[in-house]
């Protein structure tokens, strides 16, 4: 357990240490000057791509060269089945859109779509995905694998999950970010159960990590689909956050659950 923990140390600190830089040098605002945003994007961006830094730096110096190499070479594994394509493209839209009849059901209204045309989130998801290896490096190559040999992969997918969401946290008091305004805990159960899907897209496609960027940058372009209105209230560890939020969360979990059973134990 030496060296997951290892990573998960070096992940969260060098990353909290460069988002909070990035904070502090636009002055916690929402619009900085041109220079000092450039600077805090730059330092955004680092802390980001944390993750899969730190994995390849200890994988490194532990395993050398070919190993690392085996890491990166998980980044192109696209030989898999059309259908894990689809599940990785579709999963969150489809999930979005369950929110919505819901939200109709129950409150007989639909909810606010976003307004980003398909074709825009579908090209968006194209260009996105490579970025994506700056995350599920760390996550899901080096992380994932570790843990599963401790726990098992279906109680190892919830605890990364846990742990993945958690180093988001940040992002929270920062006014920037997406996060702002939002709940921390509906968050954490949100894509606490989004890391049981990747991980079961993991699992079935043989350790493609070209899948899971996929699917990371899928989630990340089609969550506006159904938007999640900011709550108003500024502590972000709210439970009353919007109805649309509460029902994402749900529905995520029921298509985690759905998935822990077929999960090998």
Known sequence: MRSIL?????AYFVSWSFWIAAAAISGWSASPPPELALVAGLLFLFGTITPSLVALVLTARAHGREETLILLRRTVRWRVGVQWYTFAIAYMAAIKLTVALLHLIVTGAWPKFGQTPWYIMAAAIVF?????????IGWRVYALP?????FGLAPASILLGVIWAS?????????????????FPVYLLAVTALSVA???????TNGSLLLTMLMHAAINNTA?????????ATNPFTLRPSLTAWLTAGVLWLGAAFLLLRIPK
Not at 6 to 10: E, H, P, T, V
Not at 224 to 232: I, K, T
């Open 6 to 10: 290892k990573f998960f140390l070096l």
């Open 224 to 232: 506006g689909m159904v938007s999640s209105p900011p709550s108003a």
């Open 198 to 204: 990747m991980a079961w897209l993991y699992w079935r």
């Open 146 to 150: 570790r843990l599963t040999r401790h």
């Open 128 to 136: 996105s995905t490579p970025v994506q290896a700056g995350e599920e």
């Open 167 to 183: 180093w988001h946290f940040p992002f929270f008091f920062i006014s920037r970010s997406d996060n702002a305004g939002q709940s």
